[in-house]
């Protein structure tokens, strides 16, 4: 039956394809994604396995329960979008101007609803409960893992699993690791109010630019020169506004930054030292400030036992290798899954040969091979649960 299931992927590949290029060419960002959440439902009244709408706000989550006993695994895939006008000049590019798949997730959806549909051709024959969670919302914090969550879907299972096509890593090659895998991802911001005036006689001012440039200078001792060298920190500042036109000294600029730490203790002490140095600069200056700080996600913390699994369960699909790696700096709020239960979230290589861009990058596009790849990971992965 495995090698049959592993079979139906080849056999389903145009379809999958199909699938992601559809999705592709209608994206729709985080919190609106309602046409694509219908589609999704059609999708699984069309394979005639149970599931739910409107899970936690455009969530939909179908499982699928095999005639014979065994642990419930739940696999999940986002579904969302981000606003960049896309530059890819493909015959899938995105119809909504400013709105493009530039992160992989219509590969995702298209995973996971051709492993639905894989293992529903098997599912009289099949041990065990699949849960597949189709995610609303992963770009824009707060997300849509914790308040689908809530719902109680994970109440009842086993180990949740999750990949992400990553065009950073060569086709063919999954990655994971055994404990801290990804980053906690934060945001702050911080407004400076000085006193504007004329750009030539900066003496009767207060210049907004001035100060805020020292802050973002300032900043930039935090991790190295207030960080323990052996921790690992990133604080970036991403955007400055401020001004309007040449010959007029601005009275406020805004900087806003994201922070990424492992360790709750790290993260505190970034955000007073954030706040002491942005402080500092404007006491100096006769400056006042304002500082909001976002948490966002947690850091994705893998499972060692299901960590293994996923190594174990990727080697055994043809054309396909492993390895363990380093933590990576960016985000995801997959950490909500895996606070809840046991599980493992992994990299699935999907660089397209001479066509690499970065994910959020409007040329962003994937090797449409590693969706393949991925569903089959993930009937590796449910077998290696049901096969002793």
């Not at 439902?41 to 014979?68: F, H, M, R, S, W």
């Not at 849509?144 to 949740?160: H, M, S, W």
């Not at 174990?312 to 997959?334: I, K, L, R, Y």
């Amino acid at each position: 039956m495995w090698n049959k299931l592993i079979d139906s992927i080849d056999n389903y590949y145009d379809e999958m394809v199909s699938i992601r290029r559809y999705l592709h060419q209608y994206p729709e960002v985080s919190f609106k994604e309602e046409k694509t959440a219908k589609y999704i439902a059609d999708t699984y009244e069309k394979l005639g396995i149970p599931y739910q709408t409107n899970v936690g706000g455009n969530g939909v989550v179908a499982t699928l329960t095999g005639g014979k006993p065994g642990k419930k695994i739940a696999f999940r895939a986002d579904f969302d979008a981000l606003p960049i006008q896309e530059e890819n000049d493909v015959p899938y590019k995105s119809k909504i101007a400013g709105v493009m798949h530039a992160c992989g997730h219509d590969g995702h959806t298209a995973t996971l609803l051709t492993f639905a549909k894989a293992m529903k051709q098997q599912q009289e024959k099949l041990p065990g409960t699949i849960v597949f969670v189709h995610q609303h919302a992963e770009e824009y914090s707060p997300g849509g893992a914790k308040p689908l969550i809530e719902t109680g879907i994970l109440d009842d299972v086993d180990a949740v699993y999750g990949t992400h096509l990553w065009s950073n890593t060569p086709f063919g090659t999954v990655q994971t690791a055994s404990n801290e895998f990804m980053a906690g991802a934060d945001r702050f911001t911080i407004t400076i109010q000085g006193k504007g005036g004329h750009g030539a006689m900066p003496h009767q001012t207060k210049d907004a630019i001035v100060i805020a440039s020292q802050v973002v200078s300032n900043l930039q001792q935090i991790v190295s020169r207030r960080i323990d060298p052996l921790h690992t920190a990133v604080v970036t500042v991403g955007t400055f506004h401020a001004g309007n036109t040449f010959n007029i000294i601005a009275d406020s600029a805004t900087i806003t930054g994201t922070v990424r730490t492992f360790d709750k203790q790290l993260q505190e002490q970034i955000i007073k030292e954030i706040e002491q140095i942005t402080k500092g600069t404007c006491i100096s200056f006769d400056a006042t400030y304002d500082y909001n700080y976002e948490k966002g996600y947690p850091p994705v913390v893998n499972h060692p036992n299901e960590a293994a699994i996923v190594l174990q369960a990727a080697d055994q699909v043809d054309g396909q290798t492993v390895e363990e790696v380093v933590p990576s700096m960016t985000g995801e709020d997959f950490s909500y899954y895996l606070l809840e239960k046991p599980g493992a979230f992994f990299f699935t290589g999907a660089q397209k040969e001479d066509h690499f861009y970065p994910h959020h990058h409007p040329k962003f596009d994937i090797d449409e091979r590693a969706m393949a790849l991925a569903a089959k990971t993930f009937i590796k992965i449910y077998q290696s649960y049901h096969s002793n």
